[in-house]
């Protein structure tokens, strides 16, 4: 047999993304904005390119961004990076998970990751010949049991990947589940996989709390982020990594070889307009002001809301609608009702349907308001 991933299909996001175009539903499955970025973010790309800022970047990414990701860093965690040895510039959060991933783990070590989580973690771990640990969160926030972590550790564990907020739940870890984190981990050399890549999308006057922020953590753990959520621009593919000099060094052996270094003029204009502070300080208020206004929508619906705490992600439970299987009641929403979310038993590995649709409000009122009188039919 010639695959490796023999029972990974197509993402989920692919899917539903491919299905929401066919029959031209209201895309509110994967995750990314329907408004355009900053315009003069957009001026200052074309002006890089139309100056020949077109060639090669340097492997660890622009020195002038990797500066200004320094600053960043220390103004919002009270950490200055270094940036020569800590910071490396990745093509997306996906290539510095992959990277850090590769990076470290080898046939034979378990990884701990909390269900739901993302997708792409654990066929990266099991491309490395590791095997994926898996610990749920607790329903109905959920939220970390990290007695249930403890139990899950062993001498084979290598890594623990978090997410902070979580996609797809919106849940958001506070400084006592760094402590707790912290605590299991002292005395081992399990490392940390820190996916921040929602940094500036934690409503309701709470702060996001940064791995970096907690030295225990921050000299054991690679923390990943993406430009691509911060400025609109997902499909630019720009994110980064912070990590303690011996991990980026060997984060940096694997980047080399995925990538060897992201988009020159991408890099270049992110680098200056990363000055306006006030784009990622007002980002909270742009986001939550949209999560109100779909949350306040969908009440006209039978789905049932909690309040997201971060992410631009809205779960909402079915299941006084129906006790179809989430993924064909998230076709049947697309093909029959016109509106596209993402079944959140994609986020576990052995598909555990909680009657969970996400759904992503990173889009205009127009867009969700629609979404949501198109869903109050069902
Ligand atoms: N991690 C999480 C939790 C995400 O939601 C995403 C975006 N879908 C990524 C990583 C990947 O980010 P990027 O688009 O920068 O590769
Ligand atoms: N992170 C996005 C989401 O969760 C999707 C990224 C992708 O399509 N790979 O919807």
Redesign the pocket.
Known sequence: PISKLPDVGTSI?TVMSALANEHRAINLSQ?FPDFNCPEPLVNLVTRYMQEGFNQYAPMAGMPQLRHKISLKTEKLYGYRPDEETEITVTS????A?NAAITAVVKPGDEVVLLEPC?D?YAPVIRLCGGSPIYVPLVLPDFSVDWDQVKKRISSRTRMIII?TPH?PTGAVMGKQDMDRLANLLSGSDILVLS?E??EHMVFDGKQHYSVLQHPQLRERSFV?S????TYHT?GW???YTIAPPALTKELRRVHQFITFCTPTPFQLAIADFMDEAAHYLELPSFYQAKRDFFVEQLKQTRFEVVPSAGTYFQLAKYSDITVAYDLDFAKQLTIETGVAAIPVSAFYHNKTDNKYLRFCFAKSEETLKAAAEKLAKV
């Open positions: 996001f995750g997306g959060a996906t290539e998970l993302y792409s997410n996609n996916d890549v929602y990943v993406s430009f691509g959520k997902t593919k720009v994110g």
